[in-house]
């Protein structure tokens, strides 16, 4: 298998559940990113994970828990969600997370559907 | 922080015309602008990107022109196909920091046959 993996690509969950989605990618990199998709808004940017290490929260509520066990494998964990976090969740990523000269590519999975009731 | 604007949101062009998208943004630093193509059930995908020291690049089909004095970017899809129907994001990166991009909210292209 290559390229970035992502599962479940349809999770429908209550505002009381807890559920996660979990990223693989097959691509050797380094860096590995969630992004959330809704309708009619751009690409919002949501963590970023660089070696294992989170560097970038972009202040996302905390009912949105990610965790990076290795540069391999990327979690968001789903608590206490409200109707309006229904979206498509995005993992990409990346060689690195780039610097002054920024590099490379975002490599996308096909993302997972989220609906909260 | 950098703002991207993008137009239109929606494009229709019938098979073999040119299709142009456009985009602006707000922070002179950024120096860095990918397009990516979403088709229907997928992710974004990478068709094009360029650096603030070229004007102009090419790919084939397609091009990207840049101009940092007005702050704007264009993607220009000739002898368009049907399977160029998707949605296409521009994006800035200020910095060059492609973790940071900040991305303009889509334009549906749809190529009658």
């Known amino acids: 298998e290559t390229g970035v993996t992502q599962t479940p690509r349809h999770l429908v969950m209550g505002m009381t559940n807890k559920k996660s989605l979990k990223c693989e990618q097959h691509l050797g990199h380094n860096a590995m990113y969630w992004y959330k998709q809704s309708a009619k808004k751009p690409l919002e940017l949501m963590f970023v994970?660089?070696?294992?290490?989170?560097?970038e929260n972009n202040s996302v509520p905390s009912r949105f828990s990610p965790e990076c066990p290795n540069s391999s494998h990327l979690f968001l964990h789903l608590h206490t969600l409200q109707p309006e976090d229904s979206a498509l969740y995005l993992c990409?990523?990346?060689?690195?997370?780039?610097?002054?000269?920024?590099?490379?590519?975002?490599?996308f999975g096909e993302g997972s559907r989220l609906t909260v009731l | 922080g950098e703002n991207v604007e993008q137009h239109p949101s929606t494009l229709s062009v019938q098979e073999g015309d040119s299709a142009v998208i456009k985009c602006t943004y707000s922070?002179?630093?950024?120096?860095?602008f990918p397009w990516y193509k979403q088709e229907l059930g997928k992710g974004p995908q990478l068709i094009i990107d360029?650096?603030?020291?070229?004007g102009e690049k090419k790919d084939q089909r397609i091009a990207v022109t840049l101009n940092k004095t007005a702050k704007h970017f264009s993607l220009h899809i000739t002898e368009t196909q049907p399977e160029d129907s998707a949605v296409y994001f521009c994006?800035?990166?200020?910095?060059?920091?492609?973790?940071?991009?900040?991305f303009g909210k889509g334009t549906k292209l749809s190529v009658k046959p």
């Open positions: 360029i650096r603030s020291n070229v």
């Open positions: 994970y660089n070696f294992k290490e989170q560097t």
């Open positions: 922070d002179s630093a950024s120096n860095y």
């Open positions: 990409a990523s990346s060689q690195d997370a780039g610097g002054a000269e920024g590099s490379g590519e975002l490599f």
């Open positions: 994006a800035a990166s200020p910095g060059g920091s492609q973790g940071n991009l900040i």
